[in-house]
């Protein structure tokens, strides 16, 4: 098991490549269920979510080719299992997605239910609500979700929340079902804009993506795909932040703006300079910043997945910041450890008020969810002295040689065996 080491306390300055984005590379893997025919992905970043949905796809029987780095090719014509087992589906929630394809093309899915994560409950009852909508029959059987129809038919199916894996789940599974199906309150996420375009260029016919309503008409069959993974807006962001934390110069290629306004707002209101052309995104920062508050939600609201690294930024603003956590009830585990760095942190219900501070300081801490881990490298950068940041198997799910990239900006980090 590997750490991360960072020696706090360098300014990060220069140019930075953002990868494919993991989250939307994820449902673009899983719809090549939908077709017999080859489907090639570029910008796929080398990350263990990527590695683990490539077994997935292996064990139901399709074949992945990796070509070139970034570059998958997938082939689902000899398709013959239904089943995502709870090994796979415990260590990556996203297998989830398999069920809506497979139910579509072949009539059958059996699915583990991926139960609670270390950042809240994520039920996948809204998902199964809208396949029973569409006709299909539902068994829960030994912790799994077995579903059935012969063809689903088009429905109107409306979501309890604008939940993204519903929503993508819903949305592909509709694209092959008999007749119109019309999805009210959808998720309006970039990663499901960027699905539906994959689908679309499938012969999917879909309308409304990126807005609360999404309608789809039924086909009898999909063809292949060639498509490229839109940048990770995470990954952006999380660079973008690092940039303001350290009063850097950074130049964040193929960030765009359109994905991130909520985040931009916050670091613009902090006291950053952010800049936008069409090769990226930069951030220049040479004060302390300045507290700001925010509260996560939908998009286009404040990213869930960013909140943990805005906090670390607030960790060193000059006065007291509130950062309300309202997607996951349990998104707060981040805060123990920037305390042991000395971070000011007060917590009360999904709430947490920090207080700034001129500097942090190195320490020893422990990752518990992918983006609680990057917040504390973040926070190493800033500190003084040296972090370890330990159990950093949550950072390679989601984060492409992120030692490196931070590295080519300045950065003093390196990945050392625990």
């Known amino acids: 098991m590997d750490k991360i080491v960072v020696q706090g306390g360098r300014r990060l300055e220069g140019r930075v490549a953002a990868s494919g984005a993991k989250n939307a590379a994820l449902p673009l893997i899983f719809a090549t269920i939908l077709t017999d025919k080859p489907c090639r992905l570029t910008s796929v970043p080398e990350v263990a979510d990527i590695r683990t949905a490539c077994r997935l796809l292996e064990m139901l029987g399709a074949k992945v080719e990796r070509p070139a780095a970034g570059e998958l090719i997938i082939d689902c014509s000899s398709v013959s299992e239904f089943e995502a087992p709870y090994d796979l589906v415990r260590t990556m929630r996203a297998s989830f997605l398999t069920l809506g394809p497979l139910l579509a093309r072949f009539g059958r899915a059996c699915v583990s239910k991926p139960g609670g994560c270390a950042i809240g409950s994520r039920p996948i009852d809204i998902h199964l609500q809208g396949f029973l909508t569409m006709g299909a029959r539902v068994e829960n059987v030994g912790g799994y979700a077995d579903v059935a129809a012969e063809r689903l038919r088009g429905a109107h199916v409306i979501l309890d929340k604008p939940s993204v894996g519903a929503t993508e789940n819903i949305v592909m599974a509709a694209c092959l079902a008999d007749g119109h199906t019309r999805v009210e309150n959808a998720a309006r996420e970039p990663e499901v804009v960027d699905l539906v ?50 009063r850097g110069d950074i130049f964040v290629e193929h960030g765009r703006a359109e994905h991130l306004g909520s985040l931009i707002g916050a670091l613009e209101a902090s006291g950053s300079t952010v800049r936008a052309d069409a090769k990226g995104l930069g951030v220049y920062t040479d004060t302390r910043p300045l507290a700001i508050s925010v509260k996560t939600a939908p998009y286009p609201g404040f990213p869930t997945d960013l909140q943990a690294q805005l906090m670390a930024l607030m960790t060193l603003a000059n006065g007291t910041s509130r950062i309300c956590e309202t997607i996951f009830e349990n998104r707060f585990m981040h805060v123990s450890e920037l305390q042991r760095m000395g971070a000011s942190i007060k917590l009360s219900g999904n709430t947490a008020e920090v207080e700034g501070r001129v500097t942090l300081k190195g320490a020893p801490v ?12 973040l926070a190493g950068l800033a500190a003084q002295d040296q972090t ?13 040689n992120l030692e490196g990239k931070l590295a080519s900006l300045g950065a003093r980090v390196s990945r050392e065996p625990a």
Not at 366 to 377: H, K
Not at 388 to 400: P, S, W
Request: charged content about 25%.
């Open 197 to 246: 375009d994959a689908l679309v260029s499938m012969g999917a016919k879909i309308n409304g993506a990126g807005s609360s309503v999404i309608e789809i008409e039924g086909v009898p069959a999909l063809d292949g795909f060639d498509h490229r993974v839109m940048p990770d807006r995470i990954e952006v962001g999380t660079f973008l932040i690092a940039g303001a934390m350290t």
């Open 366 to 377: 422990m990752a518990t969810d992918l983006r609680a881990s990057v917040c504390l490298v």
């Open 388 to 400: 370890e940041v330990l159990r950093v198997y949550h950072l390679d799910r989601g984060y492409e």
